[in-house]
């Protein structure tokens, strides 16, 4: 989970007392709406957005940084999904609310049917989400650094360190999960092109955002995990996933809009 920073509004009107657990009255969306709090370049805010589309929801999306459509998470952190007057934060939270208010056969779901392969999906989400993705946060990786050279944290991390330091460090734990992810999947002996089976899953949908960043921002060289790919390209060639790049939602800078869909998944070709 990220939490982009806020805008001096945003914090002034947590300092009026807006509750933490749900959203301030004047934000909220209506009863039934299904709305998606959160920003452009967060891992975690695409694994729901990107689930939401898999699953064929009907959504809205919100950035959190803007002033007067913010909605502010239980962790005041992003993403939040936003319904029926309720904000759900934390992305497996929100993904297993998903699954269950939207179960099949209505809806596409996320989870095997089978009580083993679904503990399988939720363990390689979880690879992700607790083992890799919090490690290589770069607010972790900016102190974990920064006072590992006893250096400020407030000071600018790569003028401090240098680029290289920050970049081994998330290499590593990166590295260490992917290592994890890539066994678990040569152990089992399941079919299909997907982490589990032959449809996406939680796993696939925490793994692909984790393997963009991986790949474009820590110069992990994907390689070694040829079944961690198998998945990426799997997912990438669907066209719920394509929908959900965060390179087409609004809060975007100009030249990833630019880039579309195609641009996100050029880490995948390269």
């Keep these: 989970t990220i939490h982009p920073p806020p805008r001096p509004r945003v914090l002034r009107r947590l300092r009026r007392g807006f509750s933490l657990r ?6 909220m969306s209506p009863p039934t709406a299904l709305r998606v709090a959160g920003w452009w370049a967060s891992s975690c805010t695409w ?11 009907e959504v809205t999306y919100t950035p959190v940084h803007r002033d007067d459509t913010l909605t502010v998470s239980a962790t005041g952190m ?12 934390e992305s497996m939270a929100i993904m297993e609310y998903m699954e269950e208010v939207f179960p099949a ?12 392969e679904a503990a399988l999906a939720r363990s390689l989400a979880e690879v992700i989400n607790s083992s890799t993705q919090p490690m290589q946060n770069m607010g972790a990786v900016r102190r974990a650094v920064m006072e590992l050279a006893s250096r400020n944290v407030n000071d600018d991390l790569r003028q401090s360190v240098g680029e290289a330091a920050w970049k081994k460090w998330g290499n590593t734990f990166i590295n260490r999960g992917f290592g994890m992810f890539e066994k678990i999947l040569a152990e089992r002996s399941g079919d299909g092109d997907f982490a589990v089976g032959g449809s996406p899953t939680v796993a696939d949908v925490f793994l692909l955002p984790q393997a963009y960043n991986a790949a474009t921002r820590y110069d992990v060289d994907l ?12 997912m990438a060639a669907l066209e719920a996933v394509r929908a959900s790049s ?7 800078p100009p030249e990833a809009q630019a880039k579309g869909a195609d641009g996100c998944f050029e880490f995948l070709t390269a």
């Design 105 to 116: 056969p209505g809806h596409t779901p996320l989870l095997p049917a089978d009580p083993v």
């Design 47 to 57: 694994r729901i957005w990107m689930a939401a589309h898999l699953k064929g929801l």
């Design 78 to 89: 992003v993403p939040a999904l936003i319904h029926n007057g309720a904000s759900v934060s």
């Design 246 to 252: 965060p390179f087409l939602l609004p809060d975007a």
């Design 22 to 27: 749900s959203p301030p009255p004047l934000l």
């Design 223 to 234: 390689s070694p995990y040829p079944l961690i790919l198998r998945s990426c390209r799997a």
